[in-house]
């Protein structure tokens, strides 16, 4: 999909466990200013439900599982991340919505700026309307 | 202790979870360059069992428990990870082990500098030498 990707981190694996380093520029396409994490969200709560106009974050499921969904004005997907080795880029003009959150998971996100409420689009046909010149243009390299 | 400190993070917490946001140079005392996490340890395992020259980190327990041993050539003490909101600050010359890692348990670290095996000091012995300095002449304040 335009604007997302999965990335494969380097896994340590030893006796001791698993291992995986996240270095900006490097295993990420852009600086890391700030990390967030979602922890204790019940099963059937869902999250997200917006879009950024600049942001770039990289969400990586670190225990238990969880389900994304994906929209832009025309296409729609669904990953489900259960794999610490396993981040999903998210770059700008993407809607996103999380939900099937299992007992026990984590979301952590690094993202490219620092919190600005300015950057969100929290309606959604507002997105649509803001995202559909970038995806009309790109539908046919898709 | 010298040179460490528990930080108490926003926690947003509502119906659907909790959410701790951690930026770089405001709820962490430096510049986020690399972030790493461990997950699938076995409870008997232990990790660490080293100090850096320069780095600092922060470590936070995502999901269940982990313990910390922190030891400097004159102190020291042991602390018990367990909540999302709470993270560890761990500067230069501090020898550091991890243990009691309960099942599900997610250790997540930001760190300030990219991965260099020139930065870590490895030998307990070799560690009492360098840091002995450092903290004899600190004593007296602790």
Same mark, same amino acid.
């Given at each position: 999909?335009?604007?997302?990707a *999965? =990335?494969?981190?380097?896994?340590?694996?030893? #006796?001791?466990?698993?291992?995986?380093s996240?270095?900006?520029?490097?295993?990420?396409?852009?600086?890391?200013?700030?990390?967030? $994490?979602?922890?204790?969200?019940?099963?059937?709560?869902?999250?997200?439900?917006?879009?950024h106009?600049?942001?770039?974050?990289?969400?990586?499921?670190?225990?238990?599982s969880?389900?994304?969904r994906?929209?832009?004005?025309?296409?729609?997907?669904?990953?489900?991340? #259960?794999?610490?080795?396993?981040? *999903?880029?998210i770059?700008? =003009?993407?809607?996103r919505?999380?939900?099937?959150?299992?007992?026990?998971?984590?979301?952590?996100v690094?993202a490219?700026?620092?919190y600005?409420?300015?950057?969100?689009?929290?309606? $959604?046909?507002? $997105? =649509?309307?803001?995202?559909?010149?970038?995806f009309?243009?790109?539908?046919?390299?898709?």
């Open positions: 999909m335009y604007n997302c *999965l =990335l494969k981190f380097k896994d340590i694996v030893s #006796n001791d466990g698993h291992l995986t996240i270095e900006e520029r490097i295993d990420v396409p852009f600086i890391i200013k700030r990390i967030y $994490y979602i922890t204790g969200v019940a099963q059937d709560a869902e999250r997200g439900f917006h879009a106009k600049t942001l770039h974050q990289v969400l990586i499921c670190l225990n238990g969880i389900k994304i994906l929209k832009t004005p025309i296409k729609e997907e669904q990953i489900k991340l #259960n794999d610490p080795s396993v981040g *999903l880029y770059g700008p =003009l993407i809607w919505e999380m939900f099937d959150f299992t007992k026990g998971s984590v979301l952590l690094a490219s700026d620092h600005s409420e300015d950057d969100y689009i929290r309606d $959604y046909n507002l $997105y =649509l309307d803001e995202a559909k010149d970038t009309l243009s790109h539908s046919i390299h898709e």
